[in-house]
Antibody
Framework: QVQLQESGPGLVKPSDTLSLTCAVS?????????WGWIRQPPGKGLEWIGY???????YYNPSLKSRVTMSVDTSKNQFSLKLSSVTAVDTAVYYC?????????????WGQGTLVTVSS | DIQMTQSPSSLSASVGDRVTITCQAS??????LNWYQQKPGKAPKLLIY???NLETGVPSRFSGSGSGTDFTFTISSLQPEDIATYYC??????????FGGGTKVEIK
């Protein structure tokens, strides 16, 4: 059973860097899939942030590209997200998910999500 | 970016009703569309991929159709457990995935 679990601070100050980690269990992160981040501001819709392949190939949402950094740690079977210069509009539930590309690209396994609030 | 426009943004229907949600893409995306269900406080769940393929384990009352720019998601007989928000998502451009704005389904 593939499981993903986000972790990181729930409160980040404006202008600081948001850092989250997604631990994957029940599946090797080095297998043929991409690993992504999606966020959802309170009461709003879903926004794709980016995804990363275990080898380090990365695609970022163009609207966030200048502030986003993603990385993968195959030894710990986890991947990470950093979002710099945060403001209140970055307050959201952040989800990590597996992008399954075997048949069609879809997010088939998701973490439970973690709420990150940007506030002083 | 490819924009995805969902309608309606919310709807209220009775148990047993047929429910239809539409999703329109700002350009031709072939059949590169997924549908997700999100229940309150939970992560989204994949229901339909490639516009019309039912994910394993998803009840057959859910279905999807369409290609090009116009897509439809249908619940043939609404059940109480279907109360959720539904999102379409295009993957025609893997460099810029986009979701629709969502449709909140409630029981009348």
């Amino acid at each position: 059973q593939v499981q993903l679990q986000e972790s990181g601070p729930g409160l980040v100050k404006p202008s600081d860097t948001l850092s989250l980690t997604c631990a994957v269990s029940g599946y090797s992160i080095s297998s043929s899939n991409w690993w992504g981040w999606i966020r959802q501001p309170p009461g709003k819709g879903l926004e794709w942030i980016g995804y990363i392949y275990y080898s380090g190939s990365i695609y970022y949402n163009p609207s966030l590209k200048s502030r986003v950094t993603m990385s993968v740690d195959t030894s710990k079977n986890q991947f990470s997200l950093k979002l710099s210069s945060v403001t209140a509009v970055d307050t959201a539930v952040y989800y990590c998910a597996r992008l399954n590309i075997a048949v069609a690209p879809y997010f088939d396994y998701w973490g439970q999500g973690t709420l990150v609030t940007v506030s002083s | 970016d490819i924009q995805m426009t969902q309608s309606p943004s919310s709807l209220s229907a009775s148990v047993g009703d047929r429910v239809t949600i539409t999703c329109q893409a700002s350009q031709d995306i072939s059949n590169y569309l997924n549908w997700y269900q999100q229940k309150p406080g939970k992560a989204p769940k994949l229901l339909i991929y490639d516009a019309s393929n039912l994910e394993t384990g998803v009840p057959s009352r859910f279905s999807g159709s369409g290609s090009g720019t116009d897509f439809t998601f249908t619940i043939s007989s609404l059940q109480p457990e279907d109360i959720a928000t539904y999102y379409c998502q295009q993957y025609d451009n893997l460099l810029s995935l986009t979701f629709g704005g969502g449709t909140k389904v409630e029981i009348k």
